[in-house]
């Protein structure tokens, strides 16, 4: 095949950061996506009305002239009332959840798990059907935390079979095996998750522009999230997670979590796709999915690709800011033909 096209990509787990960071990444999704679900995660991070229309705008004038549309999600809180979440239901796709210091900017998220001590928020999100979003780790053992997490996404969808509960950025076939389970539980799936193992990380010389969180799991992870991914699982959606962070702070002691794949996320996927015999599937992992998840029609739009080498840029720089990409100067075999 020499030519494949994509209608109406979505990226359903995206950060954009803010600032000049946010005008450098933001055209880099809004080019070639027609959406994507933007996490909350700033510094402060968007628990209010206000704040999340400003951080709407400013993504909105960052991606002006493109036809995309950035899905909001707020950060989660233990009290949200009522009539604040049903004032806000309808600027936003969701509600993510970060347990406390887990990953970037989750230092005031949710300390503790307990059931009962979400459940005023989760019932208030259950009657007004507003999604939770879940970075669904624990404090243990780096290569344990998914793992260990399960039983608590198994509590939730138990205690709130009304919610829909979206497992953020799967890494472990643990949560693959979760997807079939029970029927309010879906989840969204990593680009690089589909690639690299923690071997490709820190088997040889530290790779720090693939570290990220959650890490890179083992070979036997990696092979469930493919397999769900080619085969189109219909609870599993494409997010991205496509973490900008400057180079400065990824090539240095204490080496920032996050994956920068926004510029090649679409080129690699077929790519990806194709070698597995399973572009058949690749418009239902990247959009289609994820419009009957959510229940929402994005914009219409179509990329086309060709098979024609794309070699990465070693980096992508706006004014002071810059980041390195996934792949930064190597040579892809697919190319984004036309953007319509």
């Known amino acids: 095949m ?72 707020l950060f989660f809180q233990n009290n949200y009332s009522y ?35 979400l459940r005023p928020t989760l019932e208030i999100m259950s009657k007004l059907n507003i999604p939770l979003c879940v970075h669904g780790e624990t404090n243990g053992f780096v290569m344990d935390r998914e793992k260990e997490f399960m039983p608590i996404y198994e509590s939730l969808a138990l205690n709130f079979p009304n919610l829909k509960i979206i497992m953020e950025h799967i890494t472990t076939k643990d949560a693959v095996e979760l997807l079939n389970k029970y029927d309010n539980l879906y989840a969204t799936v990593t680009l690089h998750h589909l690639l690299i193992t923690l071997d490709d990380v820190a088997g040889g010389a530290l790779k720090p522009h693939l570290f990220c969180k959650p890490i890179a799991k083992r070979y036997e992870d990696k092979e469930a999230l493919l397999h769900a991914a080619l085969n189109a699982h219909p609870k599993l959606m494409f997010g991205s997670d496509s973490a900008p962070h400057p180079k400065h702070k990824k090539e240095c002691c204490g080496c920032a979590a996050g994956v920068f794949t926004s510029p090649i996320a679409l080129q690699v996927l077929t790519e990806l796709f194709e070698k597995y015999e399973k572009l058949d599937n690749l418009n239902a992992f990247v959009s289609l999915n994820a419009q009957k998840i959510y229940d929402f029609e994005p914009l219409n739009k179509k990329i086309t690709l060709v098979k024609k080498e794309f070699e990465v840029p070693n980096i992508y720089e706006y004014k002071n800011e810059n980041v390195v990409p996934m792949y930064a100067g190597e040579k892809l075999n697919w190319s984004i033909e036309s953007i319509l």
């Open 2 to 73: 020499q030519k494949f096209i994509i209608d109406s990509p979505l990226d359903m787990h995206l950060h954009l950061r803010d600032e000049d960071m946010l005008k450098l990444v933001a055209p880099h999704t809004s080019q070639t996506f027609a959406g994507a679900l933007i996490m909350p995660n700033l510094v402060p991070p968007v628990t209010t009305k206000e704040a999340l229309i400003s951080y709407k705008n400013r993504i909105l004038k960052a991606c002006e002239g493109d036809t995309f549309i950035p899905y909001m999600t």
């Open 83 to 117: 009539e604040f979440l049903n004032d806000i239901k309808d600027e936003i796709i969701g509600i993510k959840l970060y347990p406390a210091g887990i990953t970037t900017n989750s230092e005031t998220g949710v300390s503790s798990m307990d059931v009962d001590v």
